[in-house]
């Protein structure tokens, strides 16, 4: 039973995180109609920026500084680059962000090279018990900090301008702009919130029980979009929850992959997806869903 619930915390644990990133997806689809392909890279690039920077600056400036610079790029892919595409649609924003994703993941893969780079966090190996579970520190504080986060951007979405902004270029951004919504401020702002929420994960993700910074770490940004995918593509508590079903299952998966063994191994790696297969079977809008999002 312990190791069930240990499991079980886990998953929830690491569902908080991918959270983080799903909703850093839906908030770019809500705002600007993107799927942003260069997500990954975005938050190897924050976590990055904590590893080189943790020693002269400390770990919490050097995080303030990841998170920054992640944000910052993130808003200038927007403000380049996206909003600079002569003929919009979903086709070609998706190669346009993949174009970047490569561009970026190059030079960090470049300057990384071979080495895992420590990203000096103070809570090291640390690990937390209650209840006969015990979870690494750096899980439960990234869960305690991604459930402030959801709640901040839960107020911004519902009690500013900006949310007002993101919901009106969701439904109909051409009658938005006529309204004097400026959709510049909100596609920007709605990059630079994403940016920082991937990097914030980054960190997490490149914590104990994660040996460090590599490369392979833009690729976790992947497992977030069955995620993104599941909670439907323009719900933010859609992305959460798709974040917790996803997160749980692959723990389970990991947990049990000996009594597993018959669907092959690594099947934790694949659970992801099939998960949002069986889910999107039934349910094609995701859980949370509008019908708008399958048209697009």
């Not at 649609?89 to 090279?113: K, M, S």
């Not at 007002?164 to 401020?185: E, K, N, P, V």
């Not at 940004?221 to 798709?242: E, Q, R, T």
Request: hydrophobic letters at 60%.
């Amino acid at each position: 039973m312990s190791y069930l619930l240990s499991q079980l915390v886990n998953g929830l644990s690491l569902g908080l995180v991918l959270g983080l990133i799903a909703v850093g997806f839906v908030v770019v689809f809500k705002a600007t109609g993107v799927l942003n392909l260069a997500h990954g890279s975005v938050l190897l690039l924050g976590a990055y920026l904590v590893a080189k920077l943790h020693e002269p600056l400390g770990f919490w400036l050097a995080a303030a500084a990841g998170v920054l610079g992640a944000a910052v790029v993130a808003a200038l892919i927007n403000t380049l680059l996206v909003r600079r595409v002569a003929e919009p649609n979903p086709g070609t924003f998706a190669i346009l962000t993949i174009g970047v994703d490569i561009l970026l993941l190059t030079e960090l893969t470049r300057e990384i090279g071979n080495d895992v780079l420590s990203n000096g966090a103070p809570w090291g190996a640390d690990v937390v018990e209650f209840a006969g579970v015990t979870l690494p520190a750096s899980r439960a504080i990234a869960a305690v900090l991604a459930i402030v986060l959801f709640g901040v951007l839960g107020l911004l979405a519902a009690r500013t301008n900006w949310g007002i902004g993101m919901r009106a270029a969701a439904a109909d951004g051409d009658t938005a702009s006529l309204m004097g919504i400026r959709l510049s401020r909100t596609s920007a702002t709605g990059w630079a919130l994403a940016g920082a929420f991937a990097a914030i994960a980054g960190v997490f993700l490149t914590s104990f029980p994660a040996t460090g910074v590599t490369p392979s770490v833009s690729l976790v940004a992947l497992a977030a979009i069955p995620a993104w995918v599941l909670g439907g593509f323009d719900s933010i508590p859609g992305a959460i929850v798709g974040g917790l079903v996803i997160g749980v299952a692959q723990a389970f998966a990991v947990g049990y992959e000996s009594e597993l063994h018959f669907l092959g191994r690594g099947f934790g790696e694949v659970v992801p997806y099939a998960v949002m297969l069986l889910v999107l079977l039934v349910r094609p809008q995701g859980l949370f869903g509008g019908k708008e999002a399958i048209r697009v």
